[in-house]
């Protein structure tokens, strides 16, 4: 390669991969922590400055990919869900690419899925399992797939998950007798693999990327199963069964050979081994943690997430022993940066800035989000997850998108 190409190459994965940017589901590596520093250990009574806000990004519970001074997400407006691009610096709309038809449901229309960038594409998934893949710049459309002409049936909250990019392929999860995950050629489009003997239907939690045992895979998790699966073949590795109800949602955790699960009615938490051979075998299974959709965040070795039991948790990543509860905020997402943990609740909209702490809920400010939107479905709440990107804290409610300054003068 030569040094012009080289340094473009170069200058490309650095705007991908440095600490401004969010390019997809809970960050660059999925862990939900970002990387940046010098971020506000408090906030002025009423909470952090808007720097602005966007009143028209669509209906649902979308999150956000942010990449290249664009900020990604989907919405819902009349029938057809969209895939948005804002300017980050002034909020203003950059483009809307339709994705698919609505897919209607009792808690709210409009889709749930968070884009993903990578390099000048950006991939999103409707709620009908239409997934569109289209450029960064203005959004044209590159090529479309559906998840049904896989084998996929949209489960009942519509397809939610938030695809993966790697390697030069796109990885989703239709589920079905085709095979529960599948990798498309990034490009166009067409099918690289699909597993064979792994035929659990699709739920909602989004695959991770790892490598382990001397082989790259991805881990996704079904309300039946958690597995992981080659990166180059789709061979599957290895299985450890879950007895998942209604809807699993929250992404696995991986650390040392050991992933990390939970999901909620009443269902629990569960650390398996990998051990060598990809042979399996549970460390724990216990009910300290049961995350409905709000996340689980693991720094160094404890875990952090709002359990339906005992409310926001702090839990041994190990041993699955509870290292303290609070119920100071009641249900919601979280989201880490700089040492801290942005708290939302679901229910009112209020915001709990607290240090990262297994010592207990160590909470520095708070604020309640304001205005909130008037289109909800009544038995909605403010779902989509917090994000911190180049000192800007991103929040929605559903049509109404805003942006926080939280970076230290």
Known sequence: MNKPLLLTALVSTALITSAADWPQWRGADRTDISKESGLLKSWPEGGPKLAWINKDVGLGYSGYAI???????MGLRGDNELLIAVDVKTGKELWATPVGPVYKNGW???PRSSPT??????????????????????????????????????????????????????????????????????????????????????HYSSPIIVTHNGARQYIQLTSQNVAGVEAKTGKVLWKSEWPGKTAVIPTPIFKDGHVYITSGYGVGCKLVKVAAGNQVSDVYFNQNMINHHGGVI?????????????????????????????????????????????????????????EVSDKGWNEKSRFKLTPQTEQRNPKGKIWTHPVVSDGKLYLRDQELLFCFDVKAK
């Open 67 to 73: 990449a290249n001074g664009k900020l990604f997400t």
């Open 108 to 110: 709210g229309d409009g």
């Open 117 to 202: 960038v990578d390099g000048d594409l950006v991939f999103a998934l409707a709620g009908n399992g239409q997934l569109l893949a289209a450029k960064t710049a203005d959004g044209k459309e590159v090529w479309k797939a559906t998840l049904r002409d896989f084998g996929g049936k949209t489960p009942g909250w519509g397809y939610c998950e938030s695809v993966l990019v790697d390697e030069g392929k796109v990885i989703c999860t239709p589920g079905g007798a085709q095979g529960t995950l599948l990798a498309l050629d990034k490009a166009t489009g067409k099918k690289v693999w699909q597993t064979d003997g792994w035929t659990d239907g699709a």
């Open 298 to 354: 693991l720094v160094g070795d404890k875990l952090y997430g709002h359990s339906d039991k005992g409310g926001w948790t702090c839990q041994d990543f190990l041993t699955g022993e509870v290292k303290w509860t609070s119920n100071n905020l009641k249900k919601g997402a979280i989201h880490c940066a700089d040492g801290m943990f942005y708290c939302l609740e679901e229910g009112s909209g209020t915001v709990a800035l607290v």
